[in-house]
């Protein structure tokens, strides 16, 4: 059973535009949501995170928002940049497990 | 500054074989973690611990034992290999809660 999703297993945008990013959780419980960036070859490094308290914590270009009601959760990158071609990662504590989505590959091309 | 750091960084086992993978961290962290990463299934929750002497299952620990005997080393064995565990296995530790987890480099691993 999978407790946080990303539906979308890739996504391509132009240099420049917004990339948004998409995450859904079953588990009302979870309490805290964060974001991690994976290159090839190498481990997840963190991003950005919420507190379920929130509906929106923002960091230089990238934003997260948080739906508690949709138990649902976007990253928004702007303006997307070649360098954030990665696989994107949405996470959520629950009490101690942090459990992780399957994720999304980002592509920004030029 | 080292943060987490995993042990070997390749490994080739034959079915049946053991080994055991070790994740160290030096930032004091209670709260340490094993995940395995594979094609189409994102980062699985193997064990985890919370704090010395403590461990805890996670979302996939059948075929895994783990240890965390000082609180900076977390160590996770695979008593008798199977092909099904071929994958990619991180170690992340974090300090406090709510706070963000820190991951290691990553080990991958081929049982033939």
Redesign the interface.
């Known amino acids: 059973d999978q407790q946080v999703k990303q539906n979308s297993p890739s996504l391509s945008v132009q240099e420049g535009r917004i990339s948004i990013l998409n995450c859904d959780y079953t588990n009302s419980m979870f309490d805290y949501f964060l974001w991690y960036k994976k290159y090839p070859a190498e481990g997840p490094t963190f991003l950005i995170s919420i507190s379920s308290i929130k509906d929106k914590n923002e960091d230089g270009r990238f934003t997260v928002f948080l739906n508690k009601s949709a138990k649902h959760l976007s990253l928004h990158i702007v303006p997307s940049q070649p360098g954030d071609s990665a696989v994107y990662f949405c996470a959520a504590y629950n009490t101690d497990k942090l459990i992780f989505g399957t994720g999304t590959r980002l592509q920004v091309f030029p | 500054n080292a943060g ?1 750091t995993q042990t070997p960084k390749f490994r080739v086992l034959k079915t049946g074989q053991s080994m055991t993978l070790l994740c160290a961290q030096d930032m004091n962290h209670e ?1 340490m ?1 094993w ?1 395995r990463q594979d094609p ?6 193997i064990h ?1 611990s ?1 704090g010395e002497g403590t461990t ?1 299952k ?2 996939v620990p059948d075929g895994y034992n783990v240890s965390r005997l000082k609180k900076q080393n977390f160590l996770l064995g695979l008593e008798s290999a199977a092909p099904s565990q071929t994958s990619v296995y ?1 170690c ?1 530790s ?1 300090g406090s ?2 706070t ?7 080990t991958r691993l081929t049982v033939v």
């Open positions: 987490v709260y973690y995940y189409g299934m994102g980062l699985r929750l985890y919370v805890a996670g979302e991180f992340a974090r809660a709510n963000e987890a820190f991951f290691g480099q990553g």
